[in-house]
């Protein structure tokens, strides 16, 4: 009986200090097949890539959302002109040189064509970058999207 008590406290000890973690991970698929996945634990990386006209670098920052969605909150560029926004819902401002939006679109997935130009990947804050020409040729279709793995704990 006095062993049933340690073995219980034990586990109730365990289950305690253990931290219920949700680990996002990052998908990105070509012709249906995975090709990339990344942990991404701060849940927000950048897609970035040079605008086709401006041939300046726009940044876009995602956040991966507890349903896997993947959560577009701003944008980052260095011009204005074609294509590129000089106001939004949540706000347009100045800071540092760059023009910045606050926006909110969600997506389920994101789909895209590898550019020509250099620069066209994602960019993470760990440090660490992808370019989609390391994944693919250009002009292929992949596809972006993401998950949350629940811990067995939950």
């Given at each position: 009986?006095?062993f049933?008590?340690l073995?219980?406290?034990?586990?109730?000890?365990?289950?305690a200090?253990?931290?219920?973690?949700?680990?996002?991970?990052l998908?990105?698929k070509k012709?249906?097949?995975i090709?990339?996945?990344k942990?991404?634990?701060?849940?927000?990386?950048i897609?970035?890539?040079?605008?086709?006209v401006?041939?300046?670098t726009v940044y876009e920052?995602?956040?991966i959302?507890d349903?896997?969605?993947l959560?577009l909150y701003?944008s980052?560029?260095?011009?204005?002109?074609a294509?590129l926004p000089s106001?939004?819902e949540?706000?347009?401002?100045?800071e540092?040189?760059?023009?910045?939006?606050r926006?909110?679109r969600?997506?389920k997935e994101?789909?895209?064509?590898v550019s020509?130009?250099?620069?066209h990947?994602?960019?993470f804050?760990d440090?660490?970058?992808l370019?989609?020409?390391d994944?693919a040729?250009?002009?292929e279709?992949?596809?972006l999207?993401?998950?949350v793995?629940k811990?067995?704990f939950?």
């Open positions: 009986m006095r049933l008590y073995a219980l406290a034990v586990v109730v000890s365990l289950s200090t253990l931290r219920v973690e949700r680990a996002p991970i998908f990105i012709n249906g097949e090709v990339y996945r942990e991404v634990l701060s849940r927000k990386f897609l970035t890539f040079v605008h086709s401006e041939k300046t920052l995602y956040e959302q349903d896997g969605t959560h701003e980052w560029y260095s011009s204005l002109g294509g106001d939004s949540g706000g347009f401002e100045i540092n040189g760059l023009f910045k939006i926006i909110s969600t997506f994101i789909s895209l064509r020509h130009l250099d620069g990947g994602l960019i804050e440090g660490s970058d370019m989609f020409k994944i040729k250009v002009n279709l992949l596809t999207s993401s998950t793995l811990s067995k939950e």
